[in-house]
């Protein structure tokens, strides 16, 4: 069963179901799997891959500068191990703001991962991409260096924090996820 698309930006969530219709179209099934994320979850991603000291540091920056519910996601994600995910810490994914959703490629009934695999002449990620880019949309695919193939976002920006202040994002995270308000 599709993940549900509730908690995406509607504007986002109609330009993602377009995208996949036309994937579709050109013979490429693309599934969602991965949209709307709360800090926890990414902070687990952005710790799969780093070491205690890196932690430990972007804890202490986000301290200093008052992004004290940032600075907890990251703290309670726990030890995380695994290959690196992401080079976003919580907040600073348009996941964590509905505006981001990664697919992935469905071929044969299961879940096809490989971005060099070719059917009928292309490999579905990259149709993906570059249909996601005609509708204006950004990506992961596309970007100069991580490239994350199942990605797609609203934003043109790299992160959130080409917008706002941590202050901003620490704020905004906390009024959505915070259960304890």
Known sequence: ??????????EFASSLENLIAKCK????????????????????????????????????????????F?????ATAGPQHGDHATNAPP??????????????????GKAEWST???????????V????????????GGHWPKF???PHVQLSKHDSPAAEKSLIEIDDAMKKKFDLKR
């Not at 940032?70 to 990251?74: D, E, F, K, M, Q």
């Not at 907040?91 to 044969?108: I, R």
């Not at 060099?116 to 990259?126: E, I, L, R, S, W």
Request: glycine share 8%.
């Open 116 to 126: 060099t695999k070719q059917v009928d002449g292309a490999n579905a990620y990259h």
């Open 1 to 10: 069963m599709p993940i549900s698309l509730a908690g995406l930006v509607p």
């Open 70 to 74: 940032l600075a907890n996601c990251i």
């Open 91 to 108: 907040g600073f994914s348009w996941h964590q703001w509905g505006e981001a959703m990664d697919c992935f490629w469905v071929l044969d």
């Open 128 to 139: 993906f991409a570059d249909i996601g880019s005609s509708l204006g949309l950004t990506p």
């Open 147 to 149: 490239k994350d193939w």
């Open 25 to 68: 179209d050109k013979g490429y099934e693309m599934r969602p799997n991965n949209g709307l994320r709360t800090p926890l979850a990414q902070a687990k991603l952005w710790r799969q891959s780093r070491s205690i000291e890196e932690i430990t540091a972007k804890i202490d920056e986000f301290k200093s500068q008052g992004a004290l």
